[in-house]
């Protein structure tokens, strides 16, 4: 069960997919902020996966204000 939930927790993909699962979680829990964390042992790559992330957040914070 708690590997389930551990599981359950964990958003992979290409940045589309990472965006549209963020949007959902986001949508489901009613949240208007969200914390992330990348849990990638090799330093390049977490460093990578937060460039992604901003990307993602730069790209949400230019559609909510079109929208707002």
């Keep these: 069960r ?4 551990f599981w359950r927790a964990q958003i992979v993909g290409d940045p589309s997919q990472v965006s549209d699962r963020l949007r959902a979680l986001a949508e489901e829990t009613s949240a208007d902020e969200l914390m992330l964390m990348t849990t990638t042992w090799d330093h390049a790559a ?8 901003a990307e993602l957040a730069a790209e949400a914070g230019r559609s909510g204000a079109a929208r707002g």
């Design 2 to 5: 708690q590997l389930e939930r």
């Design 46 to 53: 977490r460093c990578r996966s937060y460039e992604l992330l």
